[in-house]
């Protein structure tokens, strides 16, 4: 297997005497920071362990449905496991995973700039998920909740007995966090770029999170006031959703699904970001039309606001809006379609290398698709009252969340590992866990769709003897998926300390994050960059170095 | 225009970047990037505030439709003179903050202090009548979930005597229209009570001499913000109290 990886030669190699890493010492100095770049790992350590938190509870439900009757956990029980699982993982791991951590790091120097617009919101924001994610662990201890992560209405508000107003204050104090990081990013992709950078040199990269960021500030503060409403229905007994008083619980799926479909398009897109970088940068070649990869992620963000009923295709609504909704969703999966054909594109005579990224990519590439074709199959109406409410669904939307945006996150974090620790991770041991990852991940959720199809319903603690082997599979895959993700935590700490010392660019790349030291200096750039070449030019990059000698230290 | 047409226009020194105040936060070039910055951001702020009372808008203009004359009869029992009166105070409490910024931009400290105080002053006699209604509601069992009781609902309103009695399945619908209520112009109270608590900190400040150093974008975008309550202000007072006003 070939590589690209250019490292300082071992010898010689020290990190630079300042970075941003060190330039202060104590826990103060990271506390109170306003670094972009430290408030990303800030984040990066609080959504690693929530992360661990939503798999054990994903590894719970995998052994409760090991055997076909709910013998390990009782059934309120086995509600309040699912539940916290879907919670932690959407609001707590997925929807700040690439954005806050990577994109936190990265857009700034990206766009040249030496911080994000407003730092101070930056830091408030990573404060209202710490504070968030602690009455999520509140609500854990003190007896869980399980009304599933939809909160749905009326079972939420006069059925259960759990910790309900918590959860939902919970998801509204982590909702602010993620729209102060949005208005950051849009804000500082606006107003902060270097001289030069015009909008059609940014890395992709930089679209997508703009993308997203539209859809974090849109779609966002309609969930809040959704939560709001719930929370006063059962504190107080207002009735909006509540059909005894003339409320209509159906408002409620609109206003949750208004926020929580494009929140789907917030999790994939920063992913999507992260996979051109990827893709382009082991295969040596410009992304092939950047141009419409740039317009499909707001594509994306726009038609993405504009599907949300079909989650609800089963719920009453109208037939006609059942079919507009129908076909909307069908059009959403085009911008994603030109992404997808467009990073075939970028391989096809590329010279192709197989670093871990780009393994991990290539996850993405397969896994996305699949869970993007069968999101069709639940978008034509006929076939969505047969599978909506079984394994089908699980499957689908853990193929785009977990093979997609959790790969393409992986991806990003051994991609820019270097960037933000200054050493390389293990090459070997890596490539390793990429690949259990994905004979894992495939292993866990291929046998779920054909449950699905063959009716096993999500969401129960028991089921039928006669889906156990798809099941036994299923749990045994989710144990080979644990250990793909257990590796990296040890071998990336490992690499904290031992791992090579990486240079500023050990993938010989071309975006401006790379021609800096690794760890930046907290002002990333020496002086404000001034961009004369497009993004992904490896033209550039080869006149550039062709004289030029690496010094390290 | 091409890359080093822009190159060029910026690297061109011009007369801010040499400008070095204490305000200017390190990471930003120069004082009109900050004040640009500072803006956009309150303006994409308001935004998501539009969305978060556009879902609160939604309910309304949906439930309206289907009980029209539930919210026609709750309409009905607020106190229009205090609708009025808060829509005065809050519209010259726009002008005062307006007048604030002004103030903050000539550099006046003076009136820039005296125009803020107007408006907290404002602000809260705002919220006064506001909680004088809210206990008007109270007394009158207009409270859904708490004390609600369609009696009054179920038999002519003395003060609309053209009023049918509502039969008391769509009296019973009352609760949602006095949900809406509560939960709409509750919201936009929270958002006058952090308004005026803001004021009152940019006051402090101001008072040390802060704004009228030429950084006038806290007090600028505070007035944006102080604008857009007031705005959603506006359209709350026609569509609780005067909307049904002649039915």
């Given at each position: 297997m070939s590589t690209i990886v250019s490292l300082p030669d071992q010898s010689t190699a020290r990190l630079p005497k300042v970075s941003y890493l060190n330039k202060e010492y104590g826990l103060k100095s990271w506390l109170?920071?306003?670094?972009?770049?430290?408030?990303?790992?800030?984040?990066?350590?609080?959504?690693?362990?929530?992360?661990?938190?939503?798999?054990?509870?994903?590894?719970?439900?995998?052994?409760?449905?090991?055997?076909?009757?709910?013998?390990?956990?009782?059934?309120?029980?086995?509600?309040?496991?699912?539940?916290?699982?879907?919670?932690?993982?959407?609001?707590?791991?997925?929807?700040?995973s690439v954005p806050a951590t990577i994109g936190n790091f990265l857009i700034p120097i990206m766009v040249g700039a030496k911080d994000l617009a407003f730092p101070k919101i930056n830091l408030l924001s990573w404060y209202l998920y710490v504070a968030a994610g602690i009455m999520m662990l509140c609500v854990l201890t003190f007896g869980g909740v399980d009304t599933g992560w939809t909160f749905t209405t009326p079972l939420s508000t006069h059925y259960l007995n759990t910790n309900v107003v918590t959860a939902g204050l919970a998801v509204f104090v982590a909702g602010f966090s993620s729209i102060f990081t949005g208005l950051n990013f849009i804000v500082t992709i606006h107003r902060m770029r270097a001289p030069g950078m015009t909008w059609f040199r940014l890395p992709l990269f930089v679209w997508s999170h703009y993308a997203a960021s539209i859809l974090m500030v849109l779609g966002t503060p309609v969930l809040a006031i959704t939560l709001v409403l719930v929370v006063l229905e059962r504190t107080i007994g207002i009735g909006v959703f509540d059909p005894t008083k003339g409320g209509d619980p159906l408002l409620f799926q609109h206003l949750f699904w208004f926020y929580s479909h494009p929140a789907v398009y917030i999790m994939i897109l920063p992913g999507m970001g992260v996979i051109s970088e990827v893709i382009s940068t082991f295969s040596r070649k410009r992304v092939f039309g950047y141009t419409a990869v740039a317009f499909s992620s707001v594509a994306i963000a726009v038609f993405g606001f504009f599907v949300w009923a079909h989650h609800m295709f089963i719920m009453g609504i109208s037939n006609y809006s059942a079919l507009v909704f129908s076909l909307l969703t069908m059009l959403v999966a085009v911008p994603s379609a030109i992404k997808i054909f467009n990073w075939a594109a970028t391989l096809y005579k590329g010279s192709i290398t197989f670093e871990t990224p780009m393994l991990y990519a290539f996850g993405f590439l397969g896994l996305f698709t699949i869970g993007g074709l069968t999101g069709v199959f639940l978008g034509s109406l006929g076939m969505d009252i047969h599978l909506t409410e079984t394994y089908f669904i699980v499957a689908h939307f853990h193929f785009v969340m977990v093979g997609g945006m959790l790969m393409a996150y992986l991806a990003g974090v051994h991609f820019w590992w270097p960037k933000i620790t200054g050493r390389m991770y293990p090459e070997g041991v890596s490539r390793l866990a990429a690949v259990t990852t994905f004979i894992g991940?495939?292993?866990?959720?291929?046998?779920?769709?054909?449950?699905?199809?063959?009716?096993?319903?999500?969401?129960?603690?028991?089921?039928?003897?006669?889906?156990?082997?798809?099941?036994?599979?299923?749990?045994?895959?989710?144990?080979?998926?644990?250990?793909?993700?257990?590796?990296?935590?040890?071998?990336?700490?490992?690499?904290?300390?031992?791992?090579?010392?990486?240079?500023?660019?050990?993938?010989?790349?071309?975006?401006?994050?790379?021609?800096?030291?690794?760890?930046?200096?907290?002002?990333?750039?020496?002086?404000?960059?001034?961009?004369?070449?497009?993004?992904?030019?490896?033209?550039?990059?080869?006149?550039?170095?062709?004289?030029?000698?690496?010094?390290?230290? | 225009m091409d890359s080093h047409a822009i190159?060029?226009?910026?690297?061109?020194?011009?007369?801010?970047?040499?400008?070095?105040?204490?305000?200017?936060?390190?990471?930003?070039?120069?004082?009109?990037?900050?004040?640009?910055?500072?803006?956009?951001?309150?303006?994409?702020?308001?935004?998501?505030?539009?969305?978060?009372?556009?879902?609160?808008?939604?309910?309304?203009?949906?439930?309206?439709?289907?009980?029209?004359?539930?919210?026609?009869?709750?309409?009905?029992?607020?106190?229009?003179?205090?609708?009025?009166?808060?829509?005065?105070?809050?519209?010259?409490?726009?002008?005062?903050?307006?007048?604030?910024?002004?103030?903050?931009?000539?550099?006046?400290?003076?009136?820039?202090?005296?125009?803020?105080?107007?408006?907290?002053?404002?602000?809260?006699?705002?919220?006064?009548?506001?909680?004088?209604?809210?206990?008007?509601?109270?007394?009158?069992?207009?409270?859904?979930?708490?004390?609600?009781?369609?009696?009054?609902?179920?038999?002519?309103?003395?003060?609309?005597?053209?009023?049918?009695?509502?039969?008391?399945?769509?009296?019973?619908?009352?609760?949602?229209?006095?949900?809406?209520?509560?939960?709409?112009?509750?919201?936009?109270?929270?958002?006058?009570?952090?308004?005026?608590?803001?004021?009152?900190?940019?006051?402090?400040?101001?008072?040390?001499?802060?704004?009228?150093?030429?950084?006038?974008?806290?007090?600028?975008?505070?007035?944006?913000?102080?604008?857009?309550?007031?705005?959603?202000?506006?359209?709350?007072?026609?569509?609780?109290y005067l909307i049904s006003r002649h039915q």
């Open positions: 109170l920071t306003g670094d972009h770049k430290r408030i990303a790992v800030l984040y990066m350590i609080s959504i690693t362990f929530f992360f661990f938190i939503g798999g054990a509870m994903a590894a719970l439900i995998r052994l409760q449905l090991l055997t076909p009757y709910s013998d390990l956990l009782a059934e309120d029980t086995y509600n309040k496991v699912f539940t916290a699982h879907g919670l932690i993982m959407v609001f707590f791991f997925l929807v700040p991940f495939v292993l866990t959720f291929f046998p779920q769709f054909v449950l699905g199809y063959l009716g096993m319903p999500r969401r129960y603690a028991a089921y039928p003897p006669e889906f156990q082997v798809l099941n036994v599979f299923s749990s045994a895959g989710a144990t080979v998926l644990g250990i793909g993700y257990l590796l990296p935590l040890l071998y990336l700490t490992w690499s904290l300390k031992y791992g090579k010392i990486a240079g500023p660019n050990p993938w010989q790349a071309t975006g401006l994050e790379w021609q800096i030291q690794s760890p930046p200096l907290t002002e990333n750039f020496e002086k404000t960059p001034i961009v004369t070449h497009e993004a992904y030019d490896y033209e550039w990059l080869a006149n550039k170095t062709k004289n030029e000698v690496t010094t390290v230290g | 190159a060029a226009q910026t690297a061109e020194p011009a007369q801010l970047e040499h400008e070095h105040p204490a305000f200017l936060r390190h990471h930003f070039e120069n004082v009109a990037q900050q004040r640009e910055a500072a803006t956009f951001g309150m303006w994409l702020f308001l935004l998501t505030e539009i969305m978060f009372f556009g879902g609160l808008f939604c309910a309304y203009l949906i439930f309206r439709n289907w009980y029209y004359p539930a919210f026609v009869a709750g309409s009905h029992t607020l106190h229009i003179w205090a609708g009025t009166l808060n829509t005065t105070l809050l519209i010259i409490s726009s002008f005062t903050m307006a007048m604030a910024v002004h103030a903050a931009e000539v550099r006046h400290r003076t009136p820039l202090l005296r125009w803020m105080i107007i408006t907290i002053v404002l602000g809260c006699g705002f919220l006064c009548v506001k909680a004088y209604e809210w206990h008007d509601e109270w007394v009158n069992h207009h409270v859904p979930g708490l004390n609600f009781s369609i009696r009054e609902f179920t038999h002519t309103n003395p003060a609309y005597p053209a009023d049918k009695p509502l039969a008391p399945d769509m009296a019973e619908k009352t609760q949602i229209y006095y949900s809406l209520y509560f939960v709409m112009t509750g919201m936009h109270a929270l958002h006058m009570i952090i308004g005026v608590g803001l004021l009152t900190i940019l006051l402090i400040r101001a008072r040390a001499g802060a704004f009228t150093n030429g950084h006038i974008a806290p007090v600028e975008n505070f007035g944006l913000y102080w604008h857009f309550v007031d705005i959603v202000w506006i359209f709350l007072f026609p569509l609780l």
